[in-house]
Structures are given as structure tokens and as C-alpha cells.
């Protein structure tokens, strides 16, 4: 994975940081695969609601992990 360049992120409590941008990444979870440029800060992956949106998948709370939309359990569907 290559940084390509910098951007000005805003973190939730108002702060700013220059942040490294890659090239595009594949990401592929629970068996969707879909490809990102992705943002880098620390050793910590982070996985964003478009991401999420992209492959359709949802946050489980309770089970705290990730499900496939029950709308379309064999495969993603993106509204356009």
C-alpha cells in the first residue's frame, strides 16, 4: 500500500490532522470485496459507513460484528 498524498480530517471531537491517503485498496469482508482509497493514522484499521454501504452490510450491536443486509443476504446491492 502506497500513500499517495495528504488531506485534513475532522475527528468527532473537532479536531484537525493531516492524514496519508493511498492508492486504492482492495477490502474484503464476510465474502464482498469492493476497492477504497483509504485514509492512514496510526496502526489502527478503521472501517467507514461507505465501505460499509458499498459491500451492504450492517453492524450487528449486540453480537458486535458485521452481517450481510438481510435484504440481500448473497449478495450486495447498492442504491444509485
Not at 47 to 56: A, C, F, S
Amino acid at each position: 500500500m502506497r500513500i499517495r498524498g495528504q488531506q485534513i480530517d475532522q475527528y468527532a471531537n473537532g479536531s484537525e490532522e493531516s492524514i496519508g491517503v493511498t492508492e486504492p485498496v482492495i477490502i474484503e469482508l464476510a465474502g464482498r470485496e469492493t476497492t477504497e482509497a483509504t485514509l492512514v493514522t496510526g496502526n489502527i484499521v478503521l472501517i467507514g459507513q461507505t465501505v460499509l454501504e458499498t459491500l451492504d452490510l450492517l453492524v450487528d450491536c449486540r453480537n458486535q460484528r458485521l452481517i450481510p443486509n438481510p435484504e440481500h443476504p448473497n449478495y450486495p446491492v447498492m442504491r444509485i
